[in-house]
């Protein structure tokens, strides 16, 4: 069965400063991949996606992933944080024996924005 | 265009009542689906809608769960007798057409239905 972790649940980071969240994921073929964002009051908002192709994966708001085969990882990256970014965010996998009609998601990890 | 809309935002009611949500999935998105997240835990599926149909219930927990989607338009998610463990988000998405996710189809997301049952 297609899991997903995010192994830091918490994370702060100062305002300006890069910012790097891991997910690693178990499945065992090509994924889909994608990261979600939901800010306090906000529903699930879509990063970005990760299909097929090129493995360096732009996505809104500055945010940007890498899929790397060999380390089973999607990590999601930002050069310069925004107070704004402080928010959870969501790692989800889409499930192939499902047709992919399903996402899987890890736990999400919070992040925290220090001026 | 408007996006997935859900009903109650937020929900108080006590053990052993009843509740149900809506979710109003983006005007043409034949392929609807249920998620929720309880405290402190991942995001998990619950149910597949396409049109009227059910096409995938395998997440929804046990038999107190009854999701209806009447003329492949809007949807409820009622919950009799709510437990306390039943509190969390209640997320409704929405995708149209066929293929699923295969198909590059993004999935779009309510902003969720805070339950909590005291």
């Known amino acids: 069965a297609q899991s997903v972790t995010q192994p830091d649940i918490h994370i702060t980071v100062s305002e300006g400063a890069s910012l790097e969240l891991r997910c690693n994921y178990s499945y065992g073929a090509t994924p889909y991949l994608f990261w979600y964002v939901q800010s306090p009051g906000q529903g699930l908002q879509l990063l970005l996606k990760y299909f097929s192709g090129d493995t360096l994966v732009q996505g809104i708001k500055g945010f940007e992933a890498e899929f790397k085969r060999s380390q089973s990882s999607f990590n999601l990256r930002k050069p310069s944080v925004h107070w704004s970014d402080a928010a959870e965010y969501f790692c989800?996998?889409?499930?192939?024996?499902?047709?992919?009609?399903?996402?899987?998601f890890g736990t999400g990890t919070r992040l925290l924005v220090s001026p | 265009e408007a996006g997935v809309t859900q009903f109650p935002s937020h929900s108080v009611i006590e053990k052993g009542q009843t509740v149900t949500l809506r979710c109003d999935p983006i005007s043409g998105h034949d392929n609807l689906y249920w998620y929720r997240r309880v405290m402190g835990k991942e995001i998990k599926f619950l149910l597949h809608f396409v049109k009227e149909s059910k096409q995938d219930e395998s997440g929804m927990p046990n038999n107190r769960f009854l999701a209806e989607r009447t003329g492949g338009t809007y949807s409820t998610l009622k919950v009799q007798p709510a437990e306390l463990e039943d509190s969390g988000v209640y997320f409704c998405?929405?995708?149209?057409?066929?293929?699923?996710?295969?198909?590059?189809?993004?999935?779009?997301f309510g902003e969720g239905s805070w339950l909590t049952v005291v």
């Open positions: 998405a929405s995708t149209p057409g066929q293929g699923g996710l295969g198909s590059g189809n993004t999935i779009y």
């Open positions: 989800a996998v889409g499930a192939r024996n499902t047709g992919f009609q399903k996402l899987v």
